[in-house]
């Protein structure tokens, strides 16, 4: 079964507001890697978190490892329209078996 | 130019039908991948290969098969098995080890009539 889970599945946002989106998953993992897929699109890889307590930034994006490697977040600020899309969490549960989140899907108000 | 090429983008099958969805990548990278995505569902895992004549099944393999002859082409079959096959399905794959990405086809969206 699924082995790596995310919240909240739906995000409704206003323009200019922040909101969070959290993955956890029921193994530790190495590593977590984050994709964004925009509608219609495929999924691009964003950023991986390879070390305990881990933080990343990229521009209005903050990615976060937990300090047990089992969870991660990410947060962003003052969403703006392009940052529509679906984001999903991925982590490596098994040799070689890359599982996914269920994603976030983000609407954003103008 | 390097990437990974899904084809046909759009597929239309009729029911009882086997449907052979293909996967090329030029990137030279040991693992593929195959994932069903359905609204809401995200991305499951329906089969995986980390090396060449070897793959393994992953989360909703039934009704699917899959060979990997060569390292470039992972072709996942859509068996008439498979209850719901109407899906978008993505093909990825990656250099293999733990720490590295996984880059994405443009997906078979696949309509079963």
């Known amino acids: 079964g699924q082995q790596v889970m995310q919240i909240p599945q739906y995000q409704h946002v206003q323009e200019g507001e922040d909101f969070t989106t959290y993955c956890n998953s029921s193994?530790?993992?190495?590593?977590i890697q984050w994709y964004k897929q925009r509608p219609g699109g495929h999924p691009v890889f964003l950023i991986q978190?390879?070390?305990?307590?881990e933080v990343k930034k990229q521009k209005r994006l903050t990615f976060q490892f937990g300090e047990a490697k089992k969870n991660s977040s990410l947060h962003i600020t003052a969403t703006q329209t392009t940052d529509v899309g679906t984001y999903f969490c991925?982590?490596?549960?098994?040799?070689?078996?890359?599982?996914f989140g269920a994603g976030t899907q983000v609407v954003v108000t103008p | 130019d390097g990437g990974i090429t899904q084809s046909p983008k759009y597929l239309f099958r009729k029911e009882g039908q086997n449907v052979t969805l293909s996967c090329e990548q030029n990137?030279?990278?040991?693992?593929m991948y195959w994932y069903r995505q359905d609204p809401g569902q995200g991305l499951r895992l329906i089969y995986y290969?980390?090396?060449?004549?070897?793959?393994q099944k992953g989360d909703i393999a039934e009704g699917y098969s899959v060979s990997r002859e060569k390292k470039e082409s992972f072709p996942l079959t859509v068996t008439s098995a498979q209850k719901n096959p109407t899906a978008f399905y993505l093909c990825?794959?990656?250099?293999?080890?733990?720490?590295?990405?996984?880059?994405f086809g443009q997906g078979t969206r696949l309509t079963v009539v």
């Open positions: 990825a794959s990656r250099l293999g080890g733990v720490g590295t990405e996984a880059f």
């Open positions: 193994t530790t993992l190495s590593n």
């Open positions: 978190l390879v070390k305990s307590g």
């Open positions: 991925a982590g490596v549960v098994s040799w070689g078996k890359l599982q």
């Open positions: 990137l030279n990278h040991d693992a």
């Open positions: 290969s980390q090396i060449v004549n070897d793959f």
